[in-house]
């Protein structure tokens, strides 16, 4: 019987004196200077797509979570979740920025960059459904009545702004 590792691209188990992975066809080297820098640049897409998949973990629960007890409304709203969602594009972004510049400087390993292509879409796909979910979400009954008390006052009172009576905009603000 073999022993086994893990290849350090797709985490598959593979034999130890492997020379490519079977499962990713990776070429796995014996320590030299490009494969510490491929080592490197593993690392940190690891952390990068766990830190994301985190973060559209918060986004979900973040869809579903409500506040109050009799006037019950969604605790956050649809701007806020969507802004939450361009953070976490923004940041995809700039990891293809870094594996731009590092294949640029031939310090990247053509499986690290097929890799993170691979990750990357995961996460597109994912933010897709959650901007779905957003879109989705059903509005409380005290939404409801909230968004009709406001139609209502804002054809009676067309001077009014819906910024200061939600606090969102102090009188100052208004003011100026």
Same mark, same amino acid.
């Given at each position: 019987?073999?022993?086994?590792?893990? $290849?350090?691209? $797709?985490?598959?188990?593979?034999? !130890?004196?492997?020379?490519?992975?079977?499962? $990713?066809?990776?070429?796995?080297?014996?320590?030299? /200077? =490009?494969?510490?820098?491929?080592?490197?640049?593993?690392? *940190?897409?690891?952390?990068?797509?766990? @830190?994301?998949?985190?973060?559209?973990?918060?986004?979900?629960? !973040?869809?579903?979570?409500? /506040?109050?007890?009799?006037?019950?409304?969604?605790? *956050?709203?649809?701007?806020?979740?969507?802004?939450? =969602?361009? @953070?976490?594009?923004?940041?995809?972004?700039?990891?293809?920025?870094?594996?731009?510049?590092?294949? =640029? =400087?031939? @310090?990247?390993?053509?499986?690290? +960059?097929?890799?993170?292509?691979? +990750?990357?879409?995961?996460? *597109?796909?994912?933010?897709?459904?959650?901007?779905?979910?957003?879109?989705?979400?059903?509005?409380?009954?005290?939404?409801?009545?909230?968004?009709?008390? @406001?139609?209502?006052?804002?054809?009676?009172?067309?001077?009014?702004?819906? !910024?200061?009576?939600?606090?969102? +905009?102090?009188?100052?603000?208004?003011?100026?």
């Amino acid at each position: 019987m073999f022993m086994r590792i893990k $290849c350090p691209y $797709c985490k598959e188990r593979i034999k !130890k004196g492997a020379v490519r992975c079977k499962h $990713c066809h990776s070429s796995i080297g014996n320590g030299n /200077t =490009a494969n510490n820098n491929n080592d490197e640049s593993i690392k *940190y897409l690891q952390n990068g797509f766990n @830190k994301i998949s985190a973060e559209c973990d918060v986004i979900e629960s !973040k869809i579903r979570a409500q /506040t109050g007890f009799v006037f019950i409304r969604h605790q *956050y709203s649809n701007d806020e979740l969507i802004e939450a =969602a361009r @953070k976490i594009e923004s940041f995809v972004e700039k990891m293809n920025d870094d594996i731009e510049e590092w294949d =640029a =400087a031939r @310090k990247l390993n053509q499986q690290v +960059k097929l890799q993170f292509n691979k +990750k990357a879409n995961e996460v *597109y796909q994912r933010l897709e459904s959650l901007h779905w979910a957003i879109e989705q979400r059903i509005p409380t009954w005290w939404e409801k009545v909230c968004t009709v008390f @406001k139609n209502i006052i804002s054809k009676l009172f067309p001077f009014i702004s819906f !910024k200061l009576i939600n606090g969102n +905009k102090t009188p100052k603000e208004i003011a100026a």
